[in-house]
């Protein structure tokens, strides 16, 4: 063969080797995974935010690096919120109008966690009791502060007919451990709180749910929890729309595999499975936040002097933001909750 046969041969070869090398290079380039997201998500160990913690396991399937960020109470998650020392978190219905009321309105609420989670708890033996009991009879009543629980009992007791001041309080600083211990050894016979705290006492045998009372049946609702992200993260709404897609995915599947929940909760909160169902019976995981509702409660929060500004309802209403979840679930912002 000529010379110049052999010639075209190496250099067809050496064309077809470019076009492989490069063609492979190409599709390792594509089939190379994008770089996650790394966001902060705030969570607590209690039973209302089992999602937030399933989102850091399948957070890789959203494209996301989620690091976990424990905190003890929502207020504390409030302020890391506010500060973006965390980018999603949960705060309670009343954090968003003590936001906007101090003057960083830093948060916004984009979904509903749960509802029902605000409880009383009594000693074994008090029988059935009334919210006239509460306020009539000296019952001694454990109260840590003006949490959620506290906002919804003085306000159930407003609408009784009978009124807070008339209640013999007893003031608790602590864990919601603390506030069961003081019922444990008879310095409160009834007491406001939440669970696991509840469960375990009502487990050990010296209390009991007062669920006759239900304080979350007021005017200021059943919410108890809310999923929210720092402000700045409006500006990402491509971010907020994975995030909040991994928050529904984990919540759809908590609230159709109750074993999953419980199983979940068992497992951060360190606790036995008798007492995380017993909590799980009075809670229920919910996507909705009602704007009426919470409304409400920062109106309750102006009256009262507990926020200052007399505006804080309107002041608040732009910090409940339902685009996102209502294209995410195909539920309209009024059926998510949005008052018209």
Request: no cysteine; glycine share 8%.
């Amino acid at each position: 063969m000529k010379p110049e046969f052999w010639g075209a041969i190496a250099l067809a070869a050496a064309s077809m080797l470019v076009s492989a090398t490069t063609g492979t290079a190409f599709a390792q380039a594509a089939a190379a995974p994008a770089e996650r997201v790394k966001i902060k998500l705030g969570w607590q160990k209690v039973p209302m935010i089992a999602a937030n913690y399933l989102m850091a396991d399948a957070a890789a399937k959203y494209g996301l690096e989620i690091e976990l960020v424990h905190f003890n109470r929502y207020s504390d998650m409030r302020v890391a919120l506010e500060n973006g020392s965390i980018d999603f978190g949960t705060v309670g219905p009343g954090d968003l109008a003590l936001s906007a009321d101090s003057g960083r309105s830093n948060i916004i609420a984009l979904a509903g966690q749960a509802i029902g989670a605000d409880l009383i708890a009594k000693r074994v033996g008090q029988g059935k009791l009334t919210w006239e009991d509460i306020a009539t009879k000296g019952l001694a009543f454990g109260s840590f502060g003006a949490g959620i629980a506290w906002v919804k009992t003085v306000a159930t007791l407003e609408e009784k007919g009978v009124g807070y001041a008339r209640v013999n309080e007893v003031k608790i600083a602590g864990t919601i451990y603390d506030v069961m211990q003081n019922l444990k050894i008879g310095k409160t016979q009834v007491t406001m709180n939440v669970d696991p705290a509840i469960a375990q006492a009502v487990q050990e045998g010296y209390a009991e749910y007062a669920d006759e009372l239900d304080i979350n049946r007021s005017s200021l609702g059943g919410q108890n929890s809310l999923f929210a992200a720092n402000t700045s993260l409006l500006k990402r709404p491509e971010l907020v729309r994975k995030v909040l897609q991994n928050y529904v995915d984990q919540t759809v599947r908590l609230q159709s595999e109750p074993g999953l929940w419980s199983a979940t909760y068992q497992a951060y909160a360190g606790i036995e499975k008798p007492v995380a169902d017993a909590s799980l019976q009075r809670i229920k995981l919910d996507l909705r936040f009602s704007q009426a509702e919470l409304g409400a409660f920062a109106r309750f929060l102006a009256d009262k002097g507990i926020a200052r500004n007399e505006n804080l309802p309107n002041k608040v209403s732009d910090r409940y933001v339902y685009e996102p979840l209502s294209e995410i679930t195909g539920r309209s912002a009024k059926d998510l909750g949005k008052a018209e």
